[in-house]
């Protein structure tokens, strides 16, 4: 097994080039030059957008939060994309051009259970509506159940996986709820395709259950894309009420996460060789 875990561990290879603006970074943000937070991000039914470029630059350097609305990965303003190239690329309009930088005027999407956890957790996210009403943590929390179904499962397994140090995305370009990185996707590719299941009273609820079909083509993704499986049970306590948005916010404390692999690989040990 340590042969195996270690072998795991020596074969992450980082990526070529990291960009020098994006190589220094922090587990978590942190006040820049003396700069009082909250952050503030509008939710907009489904995403939640961060537009100040101050901010952008304290999310992804500190935590590696959010994802470009118009990049693979970090927004302009964290890259110094020119217009021209990204222009060229993706066919944007004259018209979100900025006349005094050249560049594209991009916001930071973050996606739910990353913005609660600013919220909730750090406390450093002020989140508004799209008519600048400022929004709760407990309406936030019933609003984001209401958009995505397993919120709660997602947010508790997000909870733990930000306790083991990984940088953690939206895995649904692979299918996944996450993928999860090694310091960041600057530096490496992701390590691991995160499938949540939640469990109450010890079964697998019927809207989270994975069948053999789904595992076989949930592994050729992972294969063929150079990532692991990973799957995390959720494990509601016996006397939850799934109905009741402010119970659940209670007690996601004594919500327990277990892991399941589908290889003998120690995920913990290849994080911790970066």
């Keep these: 097994m340590a042969a195996k875990c270690n072998l795991f561990a020596f074969s992450l290879k980082p990526k070529k080039k990291t960009p020098p603006e994006l190589s220094q970074t922090l587990p978590l943000p942190v006040p820049v030059?003396?700069?009082?937070?909250?952050?503030?991000?509008?939710?907009?039914?489904?995403?939640?957008?961060?537009?100040?470029?101050?901010?952008?630059?304290?999310?992804?350097?500190?935590?590696?939060?959010?994802?470009?609305?118009?990049?693979?990965?970090?927004?302009?303003?964290?890259?110094?994309?020119?217009?021209?190239?990204?222009?060229?690329?993706?066919?944007?309009?004259?018209?979100?051009?900025?006349?005094?930088?050249?560049?594209?005027?991009?916001?930071?999407?973050?996606?739910?259970?990353?913005?609660?956890?600013?919220?909730?957790?750090?406390?450093?996210?002020?989140?508004?509506?799209?008519?600048?009403?400022?929004?709760?943590?407990?309406?936030?929390?019933?609003?984001?159940?209401?958009?995505?179904?397993?919120?709660?499962?997602?947010?508790?397994?997000?909870?733990?996986?930000k306790?083991?140090?990984?940088?953690?995305?939206?895995?649904?370009?692979?299918?996944?709820?996450?993928?999860?990185?090694?310091?960041?996707?600057?530096?490496?590719?992701?390590s691991y395709i995160v499938l949540i299941q939640e469990v109450f009273d010890g079964a697998d609820m019927q809207s989270s259950a994975i069948d053999g079909l789904d595992f076989q083509g949930f592994n050729r993704i992972a294969e063929t894309t150079g990532k692991d499986l990973l799957f995390l049970e959720v494990h509601y306590p016996s006397a939850l009420d799934l109905s009741d948005d402010a119970a659940c916010l209670e007690r996601v404390k004594d919500v327990h996460v277990a892991e399941t692999f589908t290889k003998h690989h120690n995920y913990l040990a290849a994080r911790n060789h970066a």
């Design 163 to 190: 306790s083991k140090n990984w940088i953690i995305k939206s895995g649904i370009k692979f299918g996944g709820d996450f993928v999860i990185y090694v310091k960041g996707p600057q530096f490496y590719h992701a």
């Design 33 to 161: 030059d003396g700069e009082p937070l909250p952050i503030e991000a509008i939710f907009t039914g489904y995403t939640i957008d961060v537009v100040n470029p101050v901010d952008i630059r304290l999310l992804c350097l500190n935590g590696g939060f959010g994802l470009g609305m118009l990049s693979r990965a970090f927004p302009v303003c964290m890259t110094n994309a020119r217009d021209a190239t990204r222009k060229r690329k993706r066919h944007l309009p004259a018209s979100t051009q900025d006349p005094s930088a050249g560049m594209i005027e991009e916001p930071l999407c973050l996606f739910l259970e990353e913005a609660f956890f600013l919220m909730h957790v750090l406390n450093i996210l002020c989140l508004k509506d799209t008519r600048g009403n400022t929004i709760s943590v407990a309406q936030a929390f019933a609003k984001f159940r209401t958009v995505k179904r397993n919120f709660l499962a997602c947010f508790c397994a997000y909870l733990y996986l």
